[in-house]
């Protein structure tokens, strides 16, 4: 069961920019750092953004992320087709000392 | 860099043992990572299970952790998942993954921490089904 809270869908056309929310509590997100996963449709996750707003090496600065209090967003700008995928937000629980996910949102390039 | 190969039963008998492993390729095996297992049911978010740490400690998600066993073997390289008494709820794609993670400070008993799974495997679906 997912205890971080993402919109199911954001949308927008080629070259556009979109932002994903992902809302929790104290207990994660407010204490703990945040990290975003790209699903590509059929494929296993990958990740985009850790500690907040670092991206790894080869993920290119058009990802984005950013952390206020028990909220995280992840912005994606110059919007490309190969960016339609599942995005989901994780931080580790420190009150139940576990990681959680969360729900997950779609992204759709019109 | 690492690399992840999972194996594992596909096809589970309900009220039995599910068991899945994986074999770390490149990377030091007991010092890099901790190492965990997620899944996905079909059509579904993502669902951490839990990890196992450098010293062997565990930690697993309160949702399963009466029936969830994560153990590495150092010697092989090699993590295992075992969920006992599966029931059809368990059926789902699972992906082995090195974890990052460090403590950004701890209060009291509690410590915070930075947490991030930077490589995964490809994934293996299990199906329950008598």
């Known amino acids: 069961q997912s205890v971080l809270t993402q919109p199911p869908s954001v949308s927008a056309a080629p070259g556009q920019k979109v932002t994903i929310s992902c809302s929790g509590s104290s207990s994660n997100i407010g204490n703990n750092y945040v990290s975003w996963y790209q699903q590509l449709p059929g494929t296993g996750p990958r990740l985009l953004i850790y500690?907040?707003?670092e991206r790894p090496s080869g993920i290119p600065d058009r990802f984005s992320g950013s952390k206020s209090g028990t909220s995280a967003t992840l912005g994606i700008t110059g919007l490309q087709t190969g960016d339609e995928a599942d995005y989901y937000c994780g931080a580790w629980d420190s009150g139940v000392k576990s990681y959680v996910f969360g729900t997950g949102t779609k992204v759709t390039v019109l | 860099q690492v690399q992840l190969q999972q194996w594992g039963a596909g096809l589970v008998k309900p009220s039995e043992t599910l068991s899945l492993t994986c074999d770390v390729y490149g990377g030091s095996f007991s010092d890099d990572y901790y190492w965990t297992w997620i899944r996905q049911p079909p059509g579904k978010g993502l669902e951490w299970i839990g990890e196992?740490?450098?010293?062997?400690?565990?930690n697993y998600s309160p949702s399963l952790k009466s029936r969830v066993t994560i153990s590495v073997d150092p010697s092989k390289s090699q993590l295992s998942l075992k969920v006992t008494s599966v029931t059809a709820a368990d059926a789902a794609v699972y992906f082995c993954?090195?974890?990052?993670?460090?403590?950004?400070?701890?209060?009291?008993?509690?410590?915070?921490?930075?947490?991030?799974?930077?490589?995964w495997g490809k994934g293996t679906t299990v199906t329950v089904s008598s």
């Open positions: 196992v740490g450098h010293s062997g400690s565990t």
């Open positions: 500690d907040n707003n």
């Open positions: 993954a090195g974890a990052t993670g460090r403590d950004i400070y701890c209060s009291f008993s509690t410590c915070h921490r930075a947490y991030h799974m930077g490589v």
